[in-house]
């Protein structure tokens, strides 16, 4: 599995973010996306997920201000995640991440214990990142 952020940067407070992804080499039609972030000095944290029938799940700090959608393409999935009224605290580096899905399960993000998890199951390959940093 290969993935890779793009669209991270610098933008002011209040402004709007886009991020997207790409995900290749995954072969679950049944599966979770998600994306999360990680500010220096602090855990990765869960931000947004969703569900390959569209069932979207965020983060209390983001919920309300936040978008998270999902394409396809040949032979890779798409994610996306546009953020508006960006605050300080919304910088960090930001992640995406597929895991396969087995039942109805949310598709909700956290990590726990040095692991982070799309519904119940544990993200096993992580790109680079994307940074985004928030100026006042």
């Known amino acids: 599995v290969h993935v890779e952020e793009s669209g991270g940067g610098s933008v002011q407070a209040g402004g709007s973010l886009s991020l997207s992804c790409s995900v290749s080499?995954?072969?679950?039609?049944?599966?979770?996306m998600g994306w999360f972030r990680q500010a220096p000095g602090k855990e990765r944290e869960g931000v947004a997920g969703?569900?390959?029938?569209?069932?979207?799940?965020?983060a209390d700090s983001v919920k309300d201000r936040s978008i998270i959608s999902q394409g396809s393409a040949r032979n890779a999935l798409s994610l996306y995640l546009h953020m508006f009224s960006v605050k300080a605290e919304d910088s960090a580096t930001y992640y995406c991440?597929?895991?396969?899905?087995?039942?109805?399960?949310?598709?909700?993000?956290?990590?726990?214990?040095?692991?982070?998890?799309?519904?119940?199951?544990?993200?096993?390959?992580w790109g680079q990142g994307t940074p985004v940093t928030v100026s006042s």
């Open positions: 969703i569900r390959s029938d569209g069932t979207t799940s965020y």
């Open positions: 991440a597929a895991v396969g899905r087995q039942g109805h399960e949310p598709c909700g993000t956290h990590c726990s214990g040095g692991y982070c998890y799309i519904g119940f199951n544990a993200i096993n390959a």
């Open positions: 080499g995954f072969t679950y039609s049944r599966h979770c």
